[in-house]
């Protein structure tokens, strides 16, 4: 006879995640009966905020949504206006952008990788803790997010929050000094960021199979960061402007973060989406590398996400090391941008994913909507699935703490942006 | 111009923890004040951007000064020598980025070995988020600039 066995499990405040959310848990004989994230943290009305202000002050304000992923913010704002006002940056402006961009993969990727998700697949309860043995590991981490805050620093002139990005270009083009500086240090990253892979390679992840949508943009010719058309491993190929045509933003009770559904279907986004739909798009060095450590995209193992985002940390350095070489002064940092009114629509690959923006521009150039769609939101319901299909597979029968752990480490793994999430606010007004 | 510091290094490094935010540049604000008063030249003066920065520079420095802006119930502007277990009481879970606030980064920044062997924490206490930080810094920067130096002293003894 089989001991039936109910377990409710609630962590009242996620560990080691951006944000506040929640977990409910109800397990009743062996069956998930109810499972919800809960997002409590209050909305940021950001959209709101961005109302009557124009085009360059938004890109400074969308900065302050996230301090971990601004530069995202404030690429996918500029590739709005920027596209509505029929700007044609120059090369060196497009290459400098993708660097800027690389620097915020970097230290986003490495602060997650050694300060939040390591610990959990090393059996530690905290980076400190996984330091007093893996110090050579986590002072490696320390120093290639050190390094990616700098190169976010070089054009943004702070690393939170950074003030550089304007509709057209840079306020300001770094110095040939500063420039090679930090080419030197690229340069001697790479041996870490070689050594990054191998351990994220070596690491014990569990072999959880499941199936699932990824959701990444696609460039003709690049791994994609700036630019490209939306796909999905289930066919969809779409330009950024169709987006509303295929994927619904909706609100429910538990999460002051809107879900999202593709074809009204859960999907994921985010390095392990990224991956799975352009790792031809890798540098042949990366690809070898890959091959030798005997890692294979596209995969299906959400647990994959950490070699992932290793991976693109070695693409980044490379990157940056090959976009900064012979680096000269341009002569302008910025081109003239002539706003009008309109829809501005872009969608960038932010370090935790897809980011898409919408713009209601008046005939002032002023703002007068504005809908930002972020990554964690679109993530909500494939990391609710994910929980319920990966703790079937951890087995049901293990203890609460263990149980507990494995969720949580399931939520970590996506490296949820919550703060992000929680930007808008559905008003419903009466006048009378 | 960064200034040139001595090679050896019994630097004592003070450290401004802040943000962008409301009353959480404090720090920095202090940071900024110190930097116009005169000092020995192995003084050096840093604002630390999050706390996840703060383990790299304590990395190469004998002797730390740690300035935050902490809610403690005492008057604005008061500071408050703190240790570790009165720091920890004060972090919140909520009171930084990923959770990870400075008394994480003490811990793992003393779990890698590089904890300076000379620290000293100052909570410079606000009652509130909204209180206006430009203010609180004129108030308290003469008194942390003494505390410093009394800091220095003990180090020479």
Not at chain 1, 36 to 55: A, C, D, Q
Not at chain 2, 129 to 146: H, K, V, Y
Request: charged share 20%; hydrophobic share 40%; proline share 4%.
């Amino acid at each position: 006879m089989t001991e039936q066995r109910n377990i409710s499990i609630h962590v009242p405040v996620l560990a080691r995640v951006e944000g506040e959310g929640a977990l409910d848990l109800h397990i009743r004989n062996g069956i998930i009966e109810d499972l919800k994230l809960t997002i409590f943290e209050p909305p940021r009305l950001f959209e709101k905020f961005l109302e009557r202000r124009e085009t360059d002050q938004v890109i400074d304000m969308v900065a302050r949504i996230c301090g971990i992923c601004p530069v995202a913010y404030q690429m996918t704002a500029v590739h709005a206006f920027e596209a509505l006002f029929d700007t044609d940056v120059t090369p060196w402006i497009r290459d400098m952008r993708r660097v800027f961009y690389c620097g915020e993969w970097l230290q986003s990727h490495a602060l997650h990788i050694h300060l939040l998700a390591a610990p959990d697949f090393l059996g530690f309860n905290n980076v400190a803790e996984m330091a007093a043995q893996h110090a050579t590991e986590v002072r490696r981490g320390l120093r290639l997010q050190a390094l990616g805050n700098d190169l976010i620093a070089l054009f943004g002139a702070r690393s939170v929050h950074p003030v550089g990005a304007r509709c057209g270009g840079f306020y300001h083009a770094p110095d040939v000094n500063s420039v090679n500086a930090i080419h030197q240090r690229l340069l001697d990253a790479r041996e870490d960021a070689t050594e990054l892979l191998r351990w994220t390679a070596a690491l014990p992840i569990a072999d959880d199979h499941q199936h699932f949508v990824s959701v990444a943009l696609r460039h003709e010719h690049e791994y994609p960061m700036n630019k490209g058309r939306i796909i999905s491993s289930a066919g969809l190929d779409i330009d950024v402007n169709e987006y509303d045509d295929h994927f619904r933003e909706f609100q429910i009770a538990h999460s002051t973060a809107l879900y999202s559904l593709l074809d009204e279907q859960v999907y994921l986004v985010g390095p392990l989406a990224r991956m799975n739909l352009n790792h031809d798009r890798l540098p042949p060095a990366l690809q070898t590398l890959l091959d030798e450590l005997d890692i294979h995209f596209p995969s299906d193992n959400m647990f994959h996400s950490i070699i992932a985002r290793a991976a693109e940390i070695w693409l980044v350095i490379d990157e940056a090391i090959r976009l900064l070489e012979n680096y000269t002064m341009p002569q302008q940092a910025a081109v003239a941008c002539k706003p009008r009114s309109g829809i501005a629509i872009a969608a960038t690959e932010a370090p935790r994913g897809l980011l898409w923006h919408r713009y209601e521009l008046d005939e002032h150039g002023l703002v007068c909507g504005a809908r930002i769609v972020p990554p964690t939101s679109q993530n909500q319901g494939r990391i609710e699935q994910d929980i319920k299909q990966s703790l079937q597979a951890f087995g049901l029968d293990k203890d609460e703490d263990a149980i507990r752990l494995h969720a949580e480490t399931v939520i970590r793994n996506y490296d949820p942006c919550i703060s992000c999430a929680t930007h808008f606010l559905r008003l419903n007004v009466h006048s009378e | 111009m960064n200034k040139q510091l001595p090679e050896h290094n019994n630097i004592v490094r003070v450290i401004g923890i802040g943000s962008h935010h409301g009353v959480d540049r404090l720090g920095w604000l202090l940071c900024d004040h110190l930097k116009n008063m005169h000092w020995p030249d192995d003084i050096d003066i840093q604002n630390c951007r999050n706390p996840a920065q703060l383990t790299e520079l304590l990395r190469d420095c004998d002797s730390a000064v740690i300035i935050d802006a902490v809610i403690t119930g005492q008057e604005a502007g008061q500071i408050i020598a703190l240790g570790m277990h009165e720091l920890q009481l004060c972090a919140g879970k909520h009171s930084s980025s990923h959770g990870f606030n400075v008394s994480d980064a003490l811990k793992l920044t003393k779990a890698l070995g590089q904890l300076p062997n000379n620290i000293a924490i100052f909570g410079i206490s606000v009652t509130d988020a909204t209180q206006n930080a430009d203010e609180l810094s004129q108030i308290t920067g003469p008194a942390l600039q003494q505390a410093i130096r009394e800091f220095q002293q003990s180090l020479a003894r």
